[in-house]
């Protein structure tokens, strides 16, 4: 794909692509954020705060640890009888990772942000839509 090359010799994404990847994991906050809600309840650490503030910043940092996490959530939303819902969101997980690489490390960048909190409410509705249509 050539919209993922990067700048050429450095290996860094060029800037479309940044703001894409942030889009992305603001999307992926969301779900592993339902997911892990569907798995632990209504006070899960996602949810707080003071944790999207963290990981809006630095999403390798803090994201690749929760999706490691994912199964887990899954089967403690099986076990509360949210099963269902919750494969839905945990099927979806793979598509809302960046292609070939790794997370990125950091969106210090206000437009990164932005794009971030954009991904993370656009997910938001689409499992918004998805439970209402289950």
Request: net charge positive.
């Amino acid at each position: 794909m050539a919209a993922r090359t990067g700048i050429k010799g450095t290996g860094k994404p060029m800037a479309n692509d940044l703001r894409a990847e942030a889009y992305l994991c603001g999307r992926l906050y969301a779900a592993l954020a339902e997911l892990q809600r569907l798995g632990e309840g209504e006070h899960h650490s996602l949810g707080r705060p003071d944790v999207v503030r963290k990981l809006a910043l630095e999403p390798s940092k803090h994201l690749t640890r929760r999706l490691h996490l994912a199964g887990k959530y899954l089967q403690g939303a099986r076990n509360r009888g949210r099963g269902g819902p919750a494969a839905v969101v945990f099927r979806s997980l793979p598509d809302l990772l960046p292609a070939g690489r790794d997370l990125p490390g950091s969106l210090r960048d206000s437009g990164l942000q932005e794009r971030f909190h954009e991904g993370r409410t656009a997910q938001e509705a689409a499992i918004g839509r998805t439970a209402g249509a289950g």
